[in-house]
């Protein structure tokens, strides 16, 4: 379990259009979420498409909780200056499963190497401000079961951990279904047996990684 507690990962909810203009030259960043290879490439093409007149679409790719896919092209700009200090920024955010596409409308006056660089980087920077992101974390579904006596002191743990219940069930007993890290599980059991003379029904239903915005 220590394993994959330690495997939360940043990934891109909702991308982003930016653009910044260096010596006249354009760059338009966009900023997509992905889940696969496929889905990076065909976005990548998109851009292309869309951007058809451009000087250069360059883009890079990260996918895989680990970033076990990285991918990056120049895309006819002098190789390094382009697609690789894109992919450094993107892997540097930490951010998984994300694609960019900078479009680069020249303007008539050469960057030069450094300056490309520094172009594109800031370029994928200012596309990930605007963007928005969250945490996948690994943790439980669990379900709790207490009796009208001890809800308050329940809700009351919760509200202390920010944690809101997914659904809740009022009968002759009170159910709730809550989703929470891995590595908070074993205290909040703890705490609530104590606070409610262990009368509560703490079950794990299901392990799995959660969005945590």
Avoid at 71 to 99: H, K, Q
Avoid at 128 to 147: A, F, L, P, S, W
Wanted: proline residues 2%; charged residues 25%.
């Amino acid at each position: 379990m220590a394993d994959k507690e330690m495997n939360a990962y940043k990934v891109l909810l909702e991308g982003s259009v930016s653009e910044i203009v260096e010596k006249k030259s354009r760059f338009i960043t966009t900023i997509r979420k992905v889940e696969s290879e496929e889905e990076a490439l065909a976005f990548i093409d998109e851009m292309k498409k869309k951007y058809w007149n451009a000087s250069h679409n360059c883009s890079a790719f990260v996918i895989g909780k680990n970033a076990e896919l990285t991918r990056c092209s120049d895309d006819g700009e002098p190789g390094g200056t382009a697609g690789r200090p894109m992919l450094e920024v993107l892997l540097g955010e930490g951010i998984r499963n994300i694609a960019a596409v900078v479009t680069r409308y020249f303007g008539g006056t050469l960057l030069g190497t450094g300056g490309l660089v520094r172009a594109y980087s800031q370029a994928v920077k200012e596309g990930i401000k605007i963007c928005r992101t969250g945490i996948m974390r690994y943790g439980y579904e669990v379900t709790i079961e207490i009796d009208y006596n001890g809800i308050g002191k329940i809700l009351y743990l919760l509200g202390q951990r920010q944690i809101e219940p997914l659904s809740g069930s009022y009968t002759d007993k009170v159910e709730l279904l809550i989703r929470l890290p891995a590595e908070m599980a074993e205290m909040l059991q703890r705490d609530m047996m104590e606070v409610t003379g262990g009368k509560v029904i703490f079950m794990k239903t299901q392990e799995l990684y959660f969005i945590d915005k």
